[in-house]
């Protein structure tokens, strides 16, 4: 694909200069993908434990007074990026005209989340299983 593309002297900087027809022909197919894919970071999430160790000392100050002294406290866990995710896909047959056009918003909040979007967006459309 890119280097039919290439030849075509289609470049990402002029990708956008060329009919999704013009797309079809050069490359030689009945349909083309077109889509888009936005990742926002939004929130973090702290996951972990703290464990607290009693350690009991019972002393005496000169005056009689009795002092307690007790505890440690640890704490480990780790801090995780949550995204949001949108996926855009459009489907374009070679006569321009487009046949599928819907976007998705991935309930997963990891980086990643795009893959089940499209793959969600990718058995919606009217070309899948051909």
Request: some cysteine; overall charge positive; hydrophobic content about 25%.
């Given at each position: ?103 998705r918003t991935s ?24």
């Amino acid at each position: 694909t890119n280097a039919l593309l290439g030849k075509a002297g289609i470049t990402p900087d002029n990708v956008r200069n060329f009919t999704m027809q013009e797309m079809c022909n050069i490359l030689g197919v009945e349909y083309v993908v077109r889509g888009t894919i936005t990742t926002n970071a939004t929130s973090t999430t702290t996951s972990g434990s703290t464990t607290y160790n009693q350690k009991n000392q019972e002393s005496s100050d000169k005056n009689g007074n009795n002092n307690k002294t007790s505890g440690s406290v640890s704490s480990s866990g780790s801090m995780q990026q949550n995204y949001q995710t949108a996926v855009l896909m459009e489907v374009y047959a070679d006569d321009g005209k487009k046949v599928f056009g819907q976007d998705r918003t991935s309930v997963w909040q990891t980086v990643d989340a795009y893959k089940n979007a499209l793959q969600y967006l990718l058995k919606k459309t009217p070309v899948y299983g051909r």
